[in-house]
């Protein structure tokens, strides 16, 4: 069974920073090229940075140079480094493969930004 259980959320100021975590469980890890998304309300969701098994990282525009996307292999952990966030980047962060699986979607977790 697969399960990818995101962690790390919650409310922060305008400028602040944030870490987010993700373990999966069910799948081979080390062959996935691993992704953060986001759905703000009323928006589609949105991959927002990925990572290939080697370390390889792509951001969309509006995170690049303020969001760090990580992974620990034997630990099939990914992560999600947030500084500088701005209200816009309030949404559910979820993680999953890139391209996403949709068998894979988890909870996700709440990211605020507002004063």
């Given at each position: 069974?697969v399960q990818l259980?995101?962690?790390?959320?919650?409310?922060?100021?305008?400028?602040?920073?944030?870490?987010?975590?993700?373990?999966?469980?069910?799948?081979?890890?080390?062959?996935?090229?691993?992704?953060?998304?986001?759905?703000?309300?009323?928006?589609?969701?949105?991959?927002?940075?990925?990572?290939?098994?080697?370390?390889?990282?792509?951001?969309?525009?509006?995170?690049?140079?303020?969001?760090?996307?990580?992974?620990?292999?034997?630990?099939?952990?990914?992560?999600?480094?947030?500084?500088?966030?701005?209200?816009?980047?309030?949404?559910?962060?979820?993680?999953?493969?890139a391209p996403s699986?949709?068998?894979?979607?988890?909870?996700?977790?709440?990211?605020?930004?507002?004063?």
């Amino acid at each position: 069974q697969v399960q990818l259980v995101e962690s790390g959320g919650g409310l922060v100021q305008p400028g602040g920073s944030l870490t987010l975590s993700c373990v999966a469980s069910g799948i081979r890890f080390t062959i996935y090229r691993m992704g953060w998304y986001r759905q703000a309300p009323g928006k589609q969701r949105e991959l927002v940075a990925s990572s290939t098994t080697d370390g390889t990282t792509n951001y969309a525009a509006s995170v690049k140079g303020r969001f760090t996307i990580s992974r620990d292999n034997a630990k099939n952990t990914v992560y999600l480094q947030m500084n500088s966030l701005k209200p816009e980047d309030t949404a559910i962060y979820y993680c999953n493969a890139a391209p996403s699986n949709p068998r894979y979607w988890g909870q996700g977790t709440q990211v605020t930004v507002s004063s």
